[in-house]
């Protein structure tokens, strides 16, 4: 059985959607290889050890939002550090990891004698540290997993980079891919992006959607349940004016938020005047809020154009569960699975949409034609572990 080093920053232990993917494959390749995993001390209450942990150099104040003035202060000092002393954008938290990262992959090498690395991004000085430490181990294979777009997407800082510091986001993104055997994505649309951009490297890119474990569901029938709508994750601050506007007026429905930015989500409903019926809670661990998904009966979400063409784990963990999707964005590839299967009911975030929705929110009306039977066999992490190691096997290690 071969050897596999997964290294992933967040550590399997963390409740932060960056831990959850690698997670989930982790348990199911381990049928196929012998692995070892190697992550930072970002998010673990684990102690440090070589083996399988780095100490990360990253200023954890720059991960939250900012109240009070002393922590403004921290803030500021921490990001004049980072543009001071760093390259590209100063939000990557692997930004000076890179001695730590390739001594620690180093040492595995020499004693776990790994024939494939696994490395998933962001952040995505991860993956370029794995790219270099490829350049000098040709004979192994690498997986780069790009969980969320590089160089092309909104979030990590990118957007507002300066010519120079954009440029050199753009030179890591390319010696990455330069490097790796296998480029993996969640989404048809970042595989696109990718052929597109790199017509050159078409054969390593390969679509790994997200999966779920979910088989079958314990939900409680429509008339049981006791909350209405329901949604976890982070609420885009791109959609606070959209749900401002669809609740500026009295609901009876019960209304749940589990978000991550449940603090700065509840500053902005309180601004708005609109508390009624609208509860705002923190992001809870992940059995607990399945629990909850199955004592509601519609999944609620707003999205942002950034992400109306990403079908992320929860959507496809609220399908397993069948829970009708009541979504707003802006229409994408994300609204037309949804209509396209009959999982629910889409709402673009326009003036026509908006009015729309607040009358269903009002009188919830049962969707006839929801496909309680959609087939999610092929979005379980058994069956696209097993495609990516078949994958894997195929990809022949390269000599760049």
Request: overall charge positive; some cysteine.
């Amino acid at each position: 059985m071969k050897n596999t080093l997964i290294l992933n920053y967040l550590h399997f232990s963390s409740a932060k959607i960056g831990a959850k993917r690698w997670r989930n494959i982790s348990n199911e390749i381990i049928k196929y290889r012998n692995i070892q995993v190697l992550f930072s001390d970002f998010d673990s209450s684990n102690p440090i050890n070589k083996e399988t942990l780095f100490k990360s150099n990253y200023f954890r104040i720059l991960d939250r939002v900012s109240r009070t003035f002393l922590e403004k202060i921290k803030y500021r000092l921490a990001y004049w550090v980072n543009m001071a002393f760093g390259k590209g954008t100063p939000y990557d938290k692997a930004l000076f990891d890179k001695k730590q990262v390739l001594k620690s992959l180093v040492f595995l090498f020499s004693n776990f004698k790994f024939n494939e690395l696994i490395v998933s991004g962001a952040p995505f000085n991860l993956c370029y540290y794995a790219a270099i430490f490829k350049s000098n181990n040709s004979k192994i294979k690498l997986i780069v997993d790009f969980r969320d777009p590089w160089t092309w997407g909104e979030g990590y800082g990118i957007s507002g980079l300066s010519e120079k510091r954009f440029a050199w986001e753009n030179h890591k993104e390319h010696y990455c891919i330069s490097q790796a055997d296998l480029i993996t994505v969640p989404s048809e649309s970042m595989k696109k992006f990718l052929i597109k951009k790199y017509p050159e490297y078409v054969e390593k890119f390969y679509l790994l959607p997200h999966g779920t474990n979910i088989i079958g569901t314990n939900r409680n029938k429509t008339e049981n349940c006791i909350v209405d709508f329901i949604y976890g994750g982070t609420v885009y601050p791109e959609t606070f004016e959209d749900i401002t506007k669809v609740f500026d007026e009295s609901f009876d429905q019960n209304v749940q938020f589990y978000c991550s930015n449940n603090l700065q989500f509840e500053e902005v409903l309180l601004n708005k005047k609109l508390t009624d019926g609208i509860v705002v809670n923190p992001q809870m661990e992940e059995y607990r809020f399945i629990a909850e998904l199955c004592n509601s009966n519609y999944y609620l979400a707003f999205f942002p154009e950034r992400y109306k063409d990403f079908i992320s784990t929860k959507f496809i963990e609220i399908i397993a569960l069948k829970i009708p999707i009541i979504l707003m964005s802006p229409k994408g590839v994300l609204s037309d699975f949804i209509e396209s299967n009959n999982l629910g009911i889409h709402f673009e975030n326009d003036i026509l949409g908006r009015g729309s929705l607040k009358n269903f929110l009002k009188k919830p009306t049962e969707i006839l034609d929801y496909n309680s039977k959609f087939d999610i066999s092929s979005y379980k992490w058994s069956t696209l572990t097993k495609e990516l190691i078949d994958k894997i096997e195929e990809a022949k290690p390269l000599s760049n």
